[in-house]
């Protein structure tokens, strides 16, 4: 509950730091959309709408220039970044425990997926499943892209088995390191992938190895302000991939 609090303000915070910023008319309406629904719904039914919000202003934070993309039939990134005259866009989706009503009605533009709630293997292979889905739905909607796309996945709060939210099972982060490059292999359309988990704590590393292509920072459980796992995989097979430089001011915002 203090996390949700905590993470409910911040990103209240970020949005007004966002919309003093981002000066540009499709920005400003997109923005004025957000906070609507922020004020209006709760906070599960705006998960897509926060993650938004919060990817945003981390990407603002590592030192790119954001602004806002208008949702379109031909065009599906929320987000259009520049890094001087080098651009990329991004691609928000969400993985919730339960289905997001503005999910549902279309309110939202980051797509949400939904977690099944049982069995001691939710994060080994519920998690892994779905988010190899999600990935293989976006990499078909962004294959007209002429430039670099970062997919971004948001993870907010997970209810494990029966809302016991204490009893998420750790992410096996070297797993999920190697299974993200294996698939990105076959997916020239993304640049790379950044997956943000909130209350998702991270397994011991079995060993000091570490895949050189992705890279991730764990938080204790106390830091509310920030998401206990946040981890960068980039492409290198990507038909447009990040320049040395912006997969460096990533892995540094991390």
Known sequence: MMRKRAFKQTVRQQWA??????????????????????????????????????????????????????????????????????????????????????????FTRASSEILSETGDDFFEDVFVRRLLARMSEKAKQLERYCAPVLLAVSVPDILFEKGRSGAVPPLDLQRIAGMLVGVLADVPQFSGVLLTCWNAPARELRNPIRIRQVHWVTRPPHDTSQPRIRLLANNAFATYGLTAREVVLLKRAL
Request: proline share 0%; charged share 20%; glycine share 6%.
């Open 17 to 106: 730091h966002i919309f003093s910023i981002c000066s540009d008319a499709e920005s400003q309406q997109r923005l004025a959309v957000l906070r609507e629904q922020l004020d209006r719904f709760s906070d599960k039914e705006v998960a897509s709408s926060q993650a938004e919000i919060e990817t945003a202003h981390f990407l603002m934070q590592a030192g790119f220039s954001v602004s806002f993309l208008e949702a379109t039939g031909g065009r599906t990134a929320d987000l259009q970044c520049y890094d001087g005259a080098h651009r990329f866009f991004v691609e928000i989706t969400v993985i919730q425990s339960t289905q997001s009503v503005l999910g549902k009605t279309g």
